[in-house]
């Protein structure tokens, strides 16, 4: 099932585990390291746009839901 829409990280959410990236089957989700917090921990994003086929697996297995397909 492809989708149009693409996942959006809402980083105030995101508690940075990891379980989003892991769950990608296409990989198009990365942990990079940022500067959104003071720990500069490894946040996801969104690696290859193109790639990215929409499937919300990223999405639905997001604990703190700060994935949203827009």
Do not use: F, Q, W
């Not at 990365?30 to 994003?45: C, Q």
Request: glycine letters at 4%; a positive charge.
């Amino acid at each position: 099932m492809t989708n149009s829409k693409k996942p959006v990280i809402d980083y105030a959410n995101c508690m940075a585990c990891g379980i989003c990236s892991g769950d990608c089957p296409l990989s198009c989700i990365v942990l990079r390291k940022t500067d959104i917090d003071s720990y500069h921990k490894a946040y996801p994003v969104l690696d290859d746009y193109y790639l990215c086929n929409g499937c919300t697996r990223c999405a639905k297995a997001c604990p703190m839901e700060a994935i949203k397909m827009m």
